[in-house]
């Protein structure tokens, strides 16, 4: 009849229609900063451990001020040349700090025990322009460091200009760097970049290059520098609240390598992460809300190679 179209004409239509989607590269997201390129695995795979007893107290004076007060109590890991087994020492420390948060201005700074201070501070100049400094100041001469940083960001790519100094291993006093990087999304879902950083120390220039594909189920990373270092993550989205990592790492200088696998679980109140790698390290980490300001934390490391045990019991007040 010529009033209705044949399943056949209607199939091509269709097909079409979808040949003729284009792609507004004019239109492409804004990627991730270049540091951030593993940041799904890096949360799943490497939570923040700890060994001992962990104390955090947070206290809030209005809607962008608090001070925190952290005390740890757990043992430091001594090393001993030619032996493959770990020695302990018990310690404790505790830290004071504070914290100024501003939709356009962030300030954090942290005193410890031995006099030495960290301080953070982060300004939106512009819309798309920030600018960002990392100090670390010691008691030890010329053992003091810092970076300054300057993010922009475009409405397709990032770019970002470090300079700073470091702690020297080899000599007294510290050694300067410079980085510098660029990321770009060439297509809805990948984006590529790279970067230069150059030590004074080793007086030589590393390259490196990074690769992101992500999408609403997945989101796979890659990094490979000059350095003979490559890297490769692999986060898959089962659910909304159901996670699975793997990492693989190899440093083609060493001829070492290791691969990991983890998984990363949100519960309505409760969150449990946890790994296994090539080495036989497992670790889990597990943090529970117990009711609104109050939440605990408890987390542990098993390596039997190293005959290497850690258990770590936390608790996080917040108050007004």
Not at 157 to 167: A, P, S, V
């Amino acid at each position: 009849m010529a009033g209705f179209a044949s399943p056949n004409v209607t199939a091509q239509f269709h097909s079409k229609t979808k040949i003729e989607e284009k792609v507004d590269y004019s239109n492409l997201p804004c990627p991730k900063p270049y540091e951030d390129i593993h940041l799904e695995a890096t949360i799943s795979l490497k939570p923040e451990l700890f060994e001992g007893f962990r104390l955090n107290y947070t206290k809030r004076m209005n809607h962008k001020f608090s001070l925190i007060h952290s005390l740890l109590m757990g043992n430091s890991e001594l090393s001993a040349e030619r032996s493959q087994h770990i020695f302990k020492t018990p310690t404790s420390s505790y830290e004071f700090g504070a914290n100024l948060i501003d939709p356009k201005l962030m300030l954090d700074g942290r005193l410890m025990m031995d006099g030495t201070v960290i301080a953070r501070f982060n300004s939106v100049l512009k819309e798309n322009f920030t600018i960002k400094t990392t100090a670390q100041l010691t008691n030890e001469l010329d053992q003091s460091q810092g970076v300054f940083t300057v993010d922009y960001k475009g409405s397709d790519y990032r770019t970002q200009f470090q300079l700073g100094n470091y702690k020297n291993q080899f000599k007294p006093g510290t050694s300067s760097l410079f980085r510098a990087n660029y990321i770009q999304h060439v297509t809805p879902k990948l984006s590529l970049g790279g970067e230069v950083l150059y030590l004074s120390e080793h007086r030589k220039s590393v390259v490196g290059y990074v690769a992101r594909y992500e999408t609403d189920k997945m989101v796979a990373s890659g990094q490979v520098a000059s350095s003979g270092v490559a890297i490769m993550n692999y986060v898959h989205k089962v659910t909304d609240k159901i996670s699975l990592a793997a990492e693989f790492f190899y440093s083609f200088m060493l001829r070492d390598g290791a691969a990991s696998v983890g998984y990363d679980l949100m519960f309505r109140q409760s969150r449990v992460r946890g790994k296994i790698d090539s080495n036989g390290v497992v670790f889990a980490h597990v943090e529970e809300q117990l009711c609104p300001g109050l939440g605990l934390l408890l987390c542990a490391e098993v390596d039997h190679v190293k005959t290497d045990y850690k258990f770590g019991l936390g608790v996080q007040y917040e108050g007004l």
